[in-house]
């Protein structure tokens, strides 16, 4: 029996586009019908529940006479508009079974990237739960553009899990749990527990779920994972069918334990809601200073700015010699400011152009490791 789940009093569950439609993309009844008594089951047990739901795109296909999900944004867009309706009004109705209104709230990547619409969101959700409601949540693929999506919800039910400061977070899909193969190999076997400390490098994960309607894989289910585990929250990795075994503490799955220590949630907000809008490059000395000495970012020991960005921005700091990101933090100046400070201390800039300038790039306190 794992006491982490069965003891869990606020329990975020995601399911997958696979998990709710047919082949051909319309909603399969039976699926969501047995989704449902689940999640009915758990809210008159007096438990928390929030349902992060993918398929609005995939429910639009058939009703729209599209043979696949189509590449094209506007077009994706289009069945979303027409999925999102029917799939609501059909949780909607299997849910009031079980005397259970439902409220649905759809998200951006602003609505948890943006430190404002964050706090708002939350505000919402827990509004909802107070009043005994359900929350489903989905991204509003609607009217997100390119460059503003999650791209899969998996991400996204790590950050409501986190937002709502979920007691555990379930990942439904179309694969029983993680192996430490494909899944269809039978020399794979299941991964029925991971630690925070599990090295995962040897295991193979794939891209796209198997169905071709969603657009996540084990590797963004792993990495959501992750991220709600480092926030303190344990995750369950099943399939669809099996979710209520999942939820009796059966061993079914895979189980993710959480990190011992959970981050402040200003720091977790800035490592895994953030979008960073620009890069520093750092020298040895400030990388050390850094990552070692956790010590603030200052002008002199920056090589390079990459990206457009104003004050308050979140910005990737990045060893200049191996290139890959070592801290995020909120910076203290405008990109366009930055190149003519590079390599000057401090007390020297504020010499030649004032005590304005006398100021961290990044203070420590507004950055978090990666």
């Known amino acids: ?57 995939a429910a639009g296909l058939a009703p729209l006479k599209l043979r696949r999900r189509p590449r094209d944004l506007a077009t994706q867009q289009a069945a979303a ?5 029917l799939l609501i009004a059909r949780y909607a109705a299997g849910l009031a079974r079980h005397g259970l209104t439902v409220g649905q709230v759809l998200l951006t990547v602003d609505d948890v990237t943006r430190r404002k619409n964050y706090r708002n969101a939350y505000r919402t959700l827990r509004k909802l739960l107070d009043l005994g409601a359900l929350p489903i949540v989905n991204e509003n693929d609607t009217v997100a553009t390119e460059e503003i999506r999650f791209g899969d919800n998996d991400r996204l039910a790590a950050l409501v899990a986190a937002l ?57 289910k792993v990495e959501a994972a992750r991220i709600a585990t480092g926030f303190g929250i344990p995750v369950v990795l099943t399939a669809a069918p099996l979710a209520a075994a999942a939820l009796d503490g059966d061993d079914v799955g895979t189980l993710f334990h959480a990190a011992q220590h959970r981050p402040t949630a200003r720091l977790f907000w800035l490592a895994h809601a953030t979008s960073p809008r620009g890069r520093l490059h750092l020298d040895p000395g400030a990388v050390t200073a850094v990552v070692a000495r956790r010590k603030s970012l200052l002008p002199a020991g920056i090589t390079a700015v990459d ?16 290139g890959a990101p070592i801290a995020r933090g909120l910076v203290n100046y405008d990109a366009v400011e930055l190149p003519a400070l590079l390599g000057r201390s401090t007390p020297e800039l504020a010499a030649s152009l004032g005590p304005g300038y006398e100021r961290e790039v990044v203070h420590r306190d507004d950055l978090v490791l990666l």
């Not at 399969?28 to 929030?50: C, F, I, S």
């Not at 990206?307 to 191996?322: K, W, Y």
């Open 164 to 220: 709502v400061q979920a007691d555990l977070l379930v990942l439904l899909s179309d694969v029983d749990a993680l192996y430490t193969g494909n899944p269809a190999d039978p020399t794979s076997q299941r991964v029925p527990l991971v630690s925070p400390d599990t090295d995962l490098s040897h295991i193979s994960v794939g891209s796209v779920g198997s169905s071709g309607v969603g657009t996540g894989g084990m590797v963004t």
């Open 307 to 322: 990206g457009s960005f104003a004050a308050g921005d979140a910005v990737d700091l990045v060893d200049a010699g191996s």
């Open 81 to 85: 508009s027409v999925g999102q309706g």
């Open 1 to 57: 029996m794992r006491n982490e789940v069965t003891g869990a009093r606020r329990i975020v569950v995601k399911v997958g586009s696979s998990s709710l439609t047919t082949a051909a993309g319309g909603i399969d009844d039976l699926r969501v019908d047995a989704l449902v008594d689940v999640l009915g089951k758990l809210a008159t047990q007096g438990r928390e529940v929030v349902l992060v739901s993918s398929g609005a795109i």
